[in-house]
């Protein structure tokens, strides 16, 4: 059974279309992170998922209840962090129990937590949010761009939460537009681009998705590139080396090529993409769904 199923989902608005058709789901214990460029449709993809706005056309399942953080969090500033979620959970008929609980999970304790509202960093307001979205303990968690404003320690702290909720069997969908994070601790991955969803997958399908990529030491750099762009590879040229996306050439004719054409070759050896490689990837293809 999938917490979150997501079908065919279209959101017009006027001339704009915020979602094109998406579909998607995320299971119980699973984190799914959403990528794409300001605009793509990530927060309205969110937002429809609370139930702030309604789809177009399309379906949008949720099966459970939805802690979330989307956009900035709003609260009273004159009272505490303790005192704003002891309100949420008299509103949301939740022991008051559950605001000390949740302020702990997100590490504002102590004199942070009866701190006023107003007088917190953009950072503790952040988690803050956060800490709301997690009153009650709900089996689907929605959080858009939860590392936002955190300093590093934060974030690592951040990482340790999601890996929490998903230990404890929650469906948890988050956006950022910090990839190295979502690299971390997301299962899968969908790429939004103007509304579509072009690529889905783990972050090891994503990287493969162009085919390895080699890094290549050379005597001249220049006439290397002309080889691999004679081969029709794309290749990234540096100093005194060269990165070559090999697609369906394998490295050893690659390395056949360049010897043939008089460059030395001094160095051949494979390269691990990064989720921002990944995407950057992606988004060169023109955003082409997988």
């Known amino acids: 059974m999938r917490s979150i199923e997501v079908r065919s989902l279209v959101k017009r608005y006027r001339s704009v279309t915020a979602l094109d058709g998406v579909s998607l789901e995320v299971a119980p214990g699973e984190i799914y992170g959403l990528v794409g460029h300001n605009g793509a449709g990530k927060t309205t993809l969110m937002r429809i998922l609370t139930g702030l706005i309604a789809p177009t056309s399309g379906t949008a ?23 704003n979620l002891q309100v949420l959970c008299d509103y949301w008929g939740l022991p008051q129990i559950e605001a000390g609980r949740a302020l702990e999970v997100v590490g504002l304790s102590g004199r942070d937590q009866k701190r006023a509202f107003r007088q917190y960093s953009l950072g503790m307001k952040q988690r803050l949010g956060v ?116 697609g369906r050439v394998p490295a050893h004719e690659l390395n056949a090529a360049l010897v043939a054409a008089g460059v030395e070759v001094a160095l051949l050896r494979p390269v691990t993409e990064s989720l921002e490689d990944a995407f950057l990837d992606i988004m060169t293809d023109g955003g082409k769904a997988a």
């Open 61 to 83: 399942a949720v099966r459970g209840t939805v802690g979330s953080l989307i956009e900035s969090p709003a609260f009273y500033p004159s009272m505490s962090g303790l005192v």
């Open 131 to 246: 800490a709301a979205a997690l009153l009650g303990q709900p089996p689907i968690v929605v959080l858009d761009e939860p590392t936002n404003g955190l300093d590093p320690q934060s974030v690592v702290d951040m990482r340790r939460v999601l890996r929490d909720l998903r230990a404890a069997g929650c469906a948890v969908l988050l956006s950022s537009h910090l990839l190295a994070e979502v690299e971390q601790v997301a299962d899968r991955v969908g790429v939004l681009a103007k509304g579509r969803l072009v690529a889905e997958g783990t972050v090891g399908d994503l990287r493969a998705r162009g085919g390895a990529v080699v890094e290549v030491g050379v005597n001249d750099v220049d006439a290397a590139v002309a080889v691999a762009r004679r081969l029709k590879l794309v290749a990234e040229p540096g100093e005194r080396a060269l990165r070559v996306r090999l």
